[in-house]
Each structure stands twice: as structure tokens, then as C-alpha cells.
């Protein structure tokens, strides 16, 4: 659906501008922006329940722009329309049930904002040159598919298999919930970059805007509860979450729950039982200390990892220990032999 409004459109478009417009004056589009299938690579869902907000939000007006303001470090950011109108329906793709379709509009002008016009914008459009979108949108509660709980205070990890209660067998992905809204729409150019800009970046990358400083997160377990996520998603699937560096608070994890470590035990089902220990700064320190690990708060979540598991590796024989308590790691480097060590995550305070 593109070109000029029908009366029903015009007229909504009319509803949010401060102007009033005529058929001749705007130029309207719409497509798919979202679903609920289960991202690639990420393990996460969009809920029915986030999805029926974000068409809400839709409707109410989010600004449409050229690629996200996530990604204009150095120059201001160009909003060229804006949304009007959405609904979910059924969706004919694999893998999903339902999807979201936001329209929008754009006021036709020769006027350039960051070197591109309103127009030269809808001629790409038309001419079919760009085609992908993708959404900015933000949320604070993250449901595990396996048992229903907050995410960040189960002990099952994305990708993997679980069996239940029941006996089922189950894939752990992560369910983005409420509450949680619509941020923007943007028009991205497919190929030039992939999702939407800003993922581009990697975990760990920091960018800055107008809006604050933000770091690029893969791992949702590394943060603390009700950290507010935010998301960039395409309509093909792609998705980058990010969060603002203020909130960033990292805590070192030691849980019982196996890790997979290669393509066989991937598929492993794991039973999980017992909790996870925090520490904070002070203690990770100490720890490090104790372990003859040098201390460096600059040090990425695989990093510090990878120091762990190389010092304890030197101690490997036959003794198999699948979770410790935080008394016990004090006693940990006392202990000669140690085997079968399963580090689900660890982190720092920043």
C-alpha cells in the first residue's frame, strides 16, 4: 500500500498534523514491521500482548525516519513522517502466527534535511530501492519460555532444551513483555546496514547520541532486574538490544546450571535446580585477588570469563563440582583438583 491517502486515511493523518493536509499534499506507505516469531540468534520473542502496544502506539503517531536516531552519532536526527494507523493480523510466515503492519505517512517537500528530501525519500520507495524497515522499541520485563518466570532470576539459558515439569521438552527463548512501547519507525536500506544501523555494533560497543550514552547487549542475564531494554528490529528478523550505560550494573553469577560446550551436549536436556550467588565489586575483587587474577573493571563479561576458567583449568583431575556457594569460593584455590567446573555467567559491577 502506497501513493496518495484514501478518505478514511487522510483523514487520521488530519487527526495528528497540525496542519491540514489534502490527498495531493502527503504520500502513504505501509508493511510489515514486526512479528512473534522467535528471533534468529537471539532466542527472543515479541509478545502478542508488546505487539498489541506497539500497534497502540502506532496509531497515537511515532516519528518515521531515514535509519534509526541510534545511529546519527554526529548530526541531528531528520524525522521525514510519521505513523498513523496499525493493526495486527494473521501472518502467512513460517514460524510465526501473527504480525504487526504500521502505516505511515510523508509530506511531500523538496526541502533537504541531512543532504535527502521528503521526496527524494518516496522516490526510493516507489522505485522499490528502499524497502526494509525497522522499529525502536523498549521494554523492562523479559518472560523465560520454559518456566514462566522472570527471566533474570531463572537459571535457563536461550537455545537451549529443557524438560519440564512434565516431561516436555522444551526450547528456552526469552518472551519481551509489558510493559514496554514504540519508539520510532525507520526506513533502512538493505545491505547498507544490517538491522538497523546500530547493528552494526557488537556486545559491549558503546555509541552516543543525543539521547545518552548506550551499550550493546547480547546476554539479558548479565543485567540487573527490570533493566530497561532497548530494541531495534527489522521486518526480516534482525534485532540488536541496547541498553543506556547509566543502568548498566553487571553482578558476577555462579550457577548450577551446565553449559554446553560443544554441538552434542547443545542439545543435551538439562534439569535445573538450586539458585544463583551475587556478588558485588568488592567481593569479585577479592576473589580475582585470591585467584591470582589480575583485576581489571574494564574487562568484558568473556574476558574475566576466560581468566576463571584458565586459572581453575590448571587445577583440573577427577573431582566433578557443578555449583558452589559463595563461603565455598574462599576455599576453591585451597582445593588441588578440581574437575568439571560449569560457569553459567559471570559479570562485574561498573
Not at 174 to 196: C, H, Q, R, T, W
Not at 250 to 259: C, D, G, R
Amino acid at each position: 500500500m502506497f501513493g496518495k491517502p484514501n478518505e478514511k486515511q487522510l483523514a487520521l493523518i488530519n487527526s495528528l498534523a497540525k496542519k491540514t493536509f489534502t490527498a495531493d499534499d502527503v504520500f502513504v506507505f505501509g508493511g510489515k514491521s514486526a512479528g512473534d516469531r522467535i528471533i534468529e540468534d537471539r532466542y527472543m520473542q515479541l509478545s502478542k500482548e508488546l505487539l498489541e502496544t506497539f500497534a497502540i502506539n502506532a496509531k497515537e503517531g511515532v516519528s518515521w525516519l531515514l535509519n534509526h536516531s541510534w545511529a546519527s552519532f554526529n548530526e541531528p536526527v531528520a524525522i521525514y513522517g510519521r505513523t498513523f494507523d496499525a493493526r495486527l493480523q494473521p501472518s502467512a510466515d513460517q514460524d510465526e502466527t501473527i504480525e504487526l503492519e504500521i502505516d505511515k505517512y510523508i509530506p511531500r517537500s523538496d526541502t533537504t534535511k541531512n543532504g535527502r528530501s521528503a521526496n527524494s525519500i518516496i522516490e526510493d520507495i516507489e522505485n522499490g530501492v528502499l524497502f526494509d524497515t525497522s522499529i525502536g522499541w523498549g521494554s523492562n520485563k523479559f518472560e523465560c519460555s520454559v518456566c514462566g518466570s522472570n527471566y533474570y532470576e531463572c537459571n535457563h539459558r536461550p537455545g537451549q532444551k529443557y524438560e519440564d515439569k512434565d516431561g516436555n521438552i522444551k526450547l528456552c527463548y526469552i518472551i519481551a513483555k509489558n510493559p514496554g512501547y514504540l519508539m520510532e519507525e525507520s526506513g533502512v536500506f538493505d545491505g547498507a546496514y544490517k538491522g538497523a544501523g546500530i547493528s552494526m555494533c557488537s556486545a559491549g560497543d558503546v555509541f552516543e547520541n543525543k539521547k545518552g550514552k548506550f551499550l550493546v547487549v547480547d546476554e539479558l542475564k548479565e543485567l540487573s532486574k527490570d533493566t530497561n531494554v532497548f530494541g531495534v528490529y527489522t521486518s526480516k528478523g534482525q534485532l540488536t538490544t541496547f541498553i543506556k550505560k547509566a543502568d548498566h550494573q553487571k553482578v558476577f553469577a555462579i550457577s548450577n546450571a551446565p553449559l554446553a560446550n560443544d554441538a552434542k551436549s547443545n542439545e543435551k536436556l538439562n534439569k535445573e535446580k538450586g539458585s544463583e550467588e551475587s556478588m558485588d565489586k568488592e567481593k569479585i575483587k577479592a576473589l580475582l585477588e585470591k585467584l591470582g587474577i589480575a583485576y581489571d573493571e574494564n574487562d568484558t563479561f568473556d574476558k574475566v570469563s576466560d581468566k576463571i576458567i584458565e586459572t581453575w583449568e590448571k587445577h583440573i583431575a577427577n573431582m566433578s563440582i557443578q555449583s558452589v556457594s559463595l563461603e565455598q569460593l574462599d576455599e576453591i584455590k585451597e582445593i588441588p583438583h578440581i574437575a568439571n567446573m560449569s560457569i553459567q555467567s559471570v559479570e562485574y559491577m561498573s
